[in-house]
């Protein structure tokens, strides 16, 4: 069974920046993609960003141009840099990823911007 542990989270001001992270508890193999997602207070999850095994990426329109989908390797697995952040991102963060066939979820980083 493969975790995903995802870290990076915490209080930051608007108009900050964070680095979320993703990492596997094993080396996982045929990686076919990485996604995040995240759930605001109140709301339902929504999709952010994704990147496939041949580095093409996709972002959902509130943060485009503001967040950065990254590839790791086959543990860590990848990244989300988050720039020029609004109250509007405040969440849980998830991070899923299909390899090996399969898909997995993490268990969410919260994010919170305040001032």
């Known amino acids: 069974q493969v975790q995903l542990l995802e870290s990076g989270g915490g209080l930051v001001q608007p108009g900050g920046s964070l680095t979320l992270s993703c990492a596997a508890s094993?080396?996982?193999?045929?990686?076919?993609?990485m996604l995040w997602y995240r759930q605001p207070p109140g709301a339902q999850r929504e999709y952010v960003a994704r990147i496939h095994s041949g580095g093409s990426t996709n972002y959902a329109d509130s943060v485009k141009g503001r967040f950065t989908i990254s590839r790791g390797d086959t543990k860590n697995l990848g990244y989300l840099q988050m720039n020029n952040l609004t109250s509007e991102d405040t969440a849980v963060y998830y991070c899923?990823?299909?390899?090996?066939?399969?898909?997995?979820w993490g268990q969410g980083t919260q994010v919170t911007v305040s001032s």
């Open positions: 899923s990823v299909n390899a090996e066939y399969s898909h997995y």
């Open positions: 094993r080396t996982l193999l045929n990686f076919n993609a």
